[in-house]
């Protein structure tokens, strides 16, 4: 399955709209210092690197193409070290140089033809810029808390979704997100706000708002299932959410997609997270009925319907 490049494929979704509207990643990291905001030259100098990598995660995208237009983009992906020595420059600080470090060892990937390799290295270089996210191990932690944490029952479910192994969720504590969210916003001129629900990022992390997670949380360890009314859409948002962001981890960044195939991956979403297959039923329905048409369940494409482009089962009359 074609996957695009998600470190700079996902900031670009970032940029645009935001997602809103396994096992443990080692030692948990030294009661944590809170990584300083970018500088103006920082934010200067990481334009040029995103857009820079941006250019080189689409030429890859390219070079898997049989054929002239695939070996054109393998050639340029041979000169990506040159080219970014010339065109990006040298980083102003100490951090930003071990980003370009990464990316420049993308660039030795790529210039060996490791496609594959070069990508990994893209996306894991977010861990050198976003030290607030990214850059930070969590402990794994399951069940009823609010620190920041890799989440195993979530991230079960979402490399079952994804079909992605080795996909994790990442819920924050509340100080953490607002940190993580100044990071990412002063990167992004603002465009990244505390409306996002969650993101992706590295290509297979799942990050989610702390309200999101503390529903999930309870819906999953509680067995709450609220019969109707306001906290029932809240819930169904919340697993439209989730299943949103695991068709980036396994589809890439296109928001209507992620959000149509992520209405019909709901049912089971709510299913793995332990609900009775009627209440799953009743949770994608009410996405569908009361989220999706009134614009409050992200991206919509007129394909998004039974029988539609977008219909990942045309056959079947069962929707979303
Ligand atoms: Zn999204």
């Given at each position: 399955m074609k996957r695009a490049p998600v470190l700079w494929a996902s900031l670009l979704v970032l940029l645009t709209a935001g997602c809103g509207g396994g096992g443990g990643?080692?030692?948990?990291?030294?009661?944590h210092r809170v990584a300083p905001l970018p500088s103006a030259r920082e934010v200067a100098w990481f334009r040029q690197m995103a857009a820079f990598a941006d250019a080189v995660s689409n030429l890859s995208e390219q070079a898997a193409a049989p054929g002239p237009a695939g070996l054109k983009a393998l050639a340029a992906l041979r000169s990506c070290g040159p080219i970014f020595r010339s065109?990006?420059?040298?980083?102003?600080?100490r951090r930003q140089r071990a980003a370009a470090q990464a990316v420049l060892g993308a660039c030795a990937d790529f210039a060996r033809d490791h496609l594959r390799a070069g990508d990994r290295a893209l996306n894991e270089s977010s861990s050198t810029i976003f030290l607030r996210s990214d850059g930070r191990h969590l402990p794994e932690r399951g069940g009823l808390t609010a620190e920041s944490r890799v989440e195993p029952r979530l991230s079960q479910v979402v490399a079952a979704l994804s079909g992605v192994p080795g996909t994790v969720v990442r819920c924050w504590s509340l100080p953490d997100w607002l940190a993580l969210i100044d990071e990412r916003g002063a990167y992004t001129g603002g465009a990244?706000?505390?409306?996002?629900d969650g993101f992706v990022s590295e290509g297979r992390r799942v990050n989610l708002a702390p309200r999101m997670c503390e529903r999930l949380v309870r819906f999953v360890y509680r067995g709450e299932r609220p019969a109707r009314g306001r906290t029932k859409l809240q819930l169904a948002n919340t697993v439209l959410t989730l299943a949103h962001e695991t068709v980036h981890v396994s589809q890439g960044a296109n928001e209507a997609v992620a959000t149509c195939y992520g209405l019909q991956r709901m049912r089971r979403a709510s299913v793995l997270l332990g609900a009775p297959r009627r209440y799953a039923n009743s949770l994608a329905e009410l996405a569908w009925t009361g989220l999706y048409p009134y614009g409050l369940a992200k991206a919509h494409s007129p394909q998004c319907h039974n029988g539609g482009k977008l219909d990942l089962h045309p056959r079947s009359r069962v929707w979303p």
């Open positions: 990643e080692g030692p948990a990291a030294p009661l065109s990006v420059g040298a980083a102003p600080s990244v706000d505390l409306r996002a």
